[in-house]
């Protein structure tokens, strides 16, 4: 043990037994006494009910006030809608950047939000020599990237101020945006004109249009961009890329679910 509580591997004890707290409840599908979850997990009911209340005042578990017995809390339902959601706009997306890259002959990237980076989720590469190294799963900042940019405009000035200060807006390249009034100018300016440009903050020479993607709520929840170098990237080619980037994320939120009703 490298802690208590710790394996030396780094696996958490008492993570895990959380973890299997909750697929019992998962799997019986009806609400557990401490005392049948404690025999069905072999752990003690002393040890098993700090986990469980913490795990109720995180509302990923609740208990019946009338019966004591303990369910699936809200929260899981929430992270779950937002995972489906994510994977949603996934296969819903795939099929236009299919066909924007046939168009336009330009790597096409979608992205989400996790934990203030952009993640990708999808990609597909130009048909040029020149690529863009990206992968699915990789992560990226959002304040110096056009995806990022997108997804962050539907922040409102406090949600940035505390993005900003969990982040920081780190010069990248000359054009990096590096205040938090600069940034907040810039969102303004995406709300405004519906699409986000990175204009080689992240990486010099790369230029970058990316236009958000809304749920059934309204809700900014991913982004879609066309991305290429800024030789190729420029006058008709790119008022074209920004064009086609609004009618696709325009599309995507319709069958997402999304109503404009502007």
Wanted: net charge positive; aromatic share 6%; charged share 20%.
């Amino acid at each position: 043990m490298t802690e208590q509580g710790q394996e030396k591997n780094g696996t958490i004890k008492s993570i895990v037994k959380a973890a299997k707290a909750i697929n019992v409840l998962a799997a019986a599908g009806q609400p557990m006494s401490l005392a049948a979850m404690s025999k069905e997990l072999q752990i003690s009911k002393s040890t098993l009910h700090g986990i469980i209340s913490t795990l109720v005042d995180v509302k990923f578990i609740a208990q019946d006030q009338q019966s004591g017995r303990y369910r699936l809390g809200t929260r899981l339902f929430e992270l779950g809608s937002a995972i489906s959601n994510q994977w949603d706009v996934r296969k819903i997306g795939y099929p236009i950047i299919q066909q924007i890259v046939a168009g336009i002959g330009e790597t096409v990237h979608m992205a989400v939000l996790d934990d203030y980076e952009v993640l990708y989720i999808n990609k597909l590469e130009s048909t040029s020599s020149i690529r863009i190294v990206t992968d699915v799963g990789a992560k990226l900042p959002a304040y110096c990237t056009g995806l990022g940019k997108a997804l962050l405009s539907g922040m409102s000035r406090l949600e940035l101020q505390c993005y900003v200060s969990a982040k920081g807006l780190a010069k990248k390249t000359e054009n990096t945006i590096t205040t938090f009034d600069g940034l907040w100018k810039e969102m303004q300016l995406i709300r405004l004109r519906g699409y986000a440009i990175d204009e080689q903050e992240f990486v010099e020479g790369l230029r970058c249009c990316a236009a958000p993607i809304r749920n059934h709520a309204g809700a900014i929840v991913s982004a879609i961009s066309i991305s290429g170098p800024i030789s190729r990237i420029q006058g008709e080619k790119f008022d074209l890329c920004k064009k086609t980037l609004q009618k696709a994320a325009e599309e995507i939120s319709l069958q997402m679910g999304y109503e404009n009703k502007r």
